[in-house]
């Protein structure tokens, strides 16, 4: 072998260590990297003349299993939705109170227990103003914990929905970077270039997206990443196909959330998984049942209290009443029995009275008209629809449901003459604003269903009998039809209450067992990933150092060829 070939050979060894020393240096500074995987250098025998003429890296690659980092990809995706789900579960519990470790409660169970105390409190003593007061501010503080409940799910499902319309943004963001990456990874390759770094690059990029929703992707021959929605379209192919998201500016129980585009498709219902796919989850299934859960105990409560409440008076009872109901005059009344309408004394004293038989009139005009032509009584149905009668004299006006019945209903519940809680469900349950104001304005009295009554004679007066009424109305148990992710329940206030609570537990709880489930998962595929391409420090620094022994010695040979070269050329002169 001539002095040049073994000259190049030491050379390309020189070389080869220091290509390779500065791979295990990387290797090293990247140990703590985000998806870096350990990078090698293959070598390859270069010859000249059929004989070996040295080596030399002909490239630089990463050890990451493909298969392993499909399934830690899956797995990112059911870890973010779980982590999401949680987030939100623990939330949605927290919207119905907590018991302190000092036994204080601020549950929904817990207001309704106190609206039960109170009733009880006020059915032993109807004429006390402070169990009056106590009563008015407890089921206020019931029905403000309804609407605190309602507002917050509202929030929520505009918390899922921002998050849905940010994690569009990001899965576009990453979906550029990739296509950049995959123009990068090509472009180093053609000029020989290593890509490796770039690959990991692009890896965590796809985690990214993974982490957001649900996607399969594989790399092509030429070493292009392709990325597909789980329903099978296109996100990048030879081009970003970009989701098309619009989130809503104000969320309420009546919104229509735009779907989520791809290429002029709605992919909503492809996304199962990520963290889109658990905020859709929550904004449109789980949190519209806790919704619902929550209007349907207060649709019950308000029916329930409203059909009681509307049995009694106030002493002294109010000239002129309006129906909380709305009606349209011309529509057939339905009703049966008898309804009585009196003008009394503020000292519950008769001044008149009048009976009405719900037979003798075929439509709501029809019964107004009866009410007006009545001397001292005014009665009419406005343009709006309420109902409205009034004593020309200024008397009190109070009412007693003899045998009356319109769907169901009494005359004065069906019309909500006398409601002690106003609203429709939930988000908008409130109690009464004047008894709010004037608690001791609450109606403790009944108007008697004696005949006759005898003007001048006590026709209306304070007894436990209507607040007992009350009590019962909320502790009997009611019939709650299937709702959220309740079944169809015959329960009291407080038990349903319960349920609703409890199964928010149950789904925190559900949600917390699975997160472990998904994390468990999770680590040991990253685990599996680093044993197969992570970063060894030790065996890194054990590299450098076989390293340096290779160098130094493809050193040593070059300087004993450069003395006899040196001694050579002395001999020759």
């Not at 390859?44 to 499909?70: H, I, Q, R």
Request: cysteine-free.
């Amino acid at each position: 072998m001539s002095f040049a070939a073994i000259r190049n050979t030491a050379t390309s060894a020189l070389a080869s260590s220091q290509v390779n020393m500065q791979i295990a240096a990387s290797n090293i500074a990247n140990a703590d990297t985000a998806g870096y995987t350990r990078k090698t250098g293959t070598q390859l025998m270069t010859a000249t003349g059929g004989l070996g003429a040295g080596v030399e890296v002909a490239s630089v690659s990463g050890s990451a299993d493909k298969y392993l980092l499909k399934s830690l990809n899956a797995a990112t995706s059911e870890l973010a939705s779980a982590s999401a789900l949680k987030q939100f579960a623990d939330r949605v519990q927290a919207l119905f109170g907590t018991i302190s470790s000092d036994g204080s409660s601020n549950t929904l169970a817990n207001h309704v227990s106190a609206f039960e105390t109170a009733l009880a409190q006020l059915s032993g003593t109807p004429e006390s103003q402070t169990l009056q007061v106590q009563l008015v501010d407890t089921l206020d503080t019931l029905v403000s914990n309804l609407r605190a409940i309602s507002t917050g799910t509202q929030s929520l499902r505009a918390s899922a929905d921002e998050g849905i319309a940010d994690g569009v943004t990001t899965v576009n963001q990453r979906l550029e970077a990739i296509h950049a990456l995959n123009k990068d990874i090509k472009q180093a390759a053609a000029r020989g270039d290593m890509t490796a770094d770039l690959e990991d690059r692009r890896a965590v990029a796809l985690q990214d997206i993974a982490a957001e929703m649900n996607v399969s992707a594989y790399v092509s021959p030429d070493n292009t990443m392709k990325i597909y929605s789980a329903s099978g379209a296109a996100l990048l192919d030879g081009t970003v196909h970009k989701l098309n998201y619009t989130g809503s500016a104000f969320v309420t129980t009546e919104t229509v959330f735009s779907p989520i585009m791809l290429d002029g498709k709605n992919v909503t219902s492809a996304i199962t998984s990520g963290k889109i796919g658990a905020q859709l989850y929550q904004r449109d299934v789980n949190l519209p049942a806790t919704q619902s859960e929550i209007d349907t105990f207060a649709q019950s409560l308000i029916e329930s209290v409203n059909a009681a409440y509307n049995q009694g008076t106030s002493l002294p009872a109010p000239s002129s009443v309006t129906s909380n109901a709305q009606v349209v005059g011309t529509d057939a009344l339905n009703g049966n029995g008898t309804f009585r309408v009196a003008e009394i004394n503020p000292d519950g004293t008769l001044v008149a009275y009048s009976d009405f038989d719900l037979a003798n009139y075929a439509t709501f005009d029809d019964f107004a008209a009866a009410i007006d032509a009545v001397p001292g009584l005014d009665a009419s149905i406005d343009a709006s629809g309420k109902f409205s009668i009034s004593s020309t004299a200024g008397n009190g006006i109070s009412f007693a449901d003899i045998s009356s019945d319109i769907g169901g209903k009494g005359v004065s519940a069906a019309f909500g003459f006398n409601d002690l809680i106003v609203g429709t469900d939930g988000r908008n349950v409130a109690v009464r604003a004047d008894i709010r104001a004037a608690p001791t304005g609450l109606s403790t009295a009944s108007l008697s269903t004696d005949d006759p009554l005898v003007v001048g004679a006590s026709a209306a007066g304070v007894s436990p009998a209507l607040a007992k009424t009350l009590q019962k109305s909320v502790t009997d148990k009611h019939d709650f039809p299937a709702a959220g992710g309740l079944a169809a329940a015959s329960s009291s206030f407080a038990s349903y209450a319960g349920l609703i609570a409890s199964r928010s537990a149950i789904s925190a709880s559900t949600a917390g067992n699975t997160l472990d489930s998904k994390q468990n998962t999770y680590e040991t595929l990253t685990t599996a990933i680093s044993a197969q391409s992570g970063v060894n420090v030790d065996e890194e620094i054990a590299r450098v150092s076989e390293l340096e022994q290779q160098y130094t010695t493809a050193a040593q040979l070059l300087q004993v060829l450069n003395d006899m070269f040196d001694a050579l050329l002395g001999v020759v002169k």
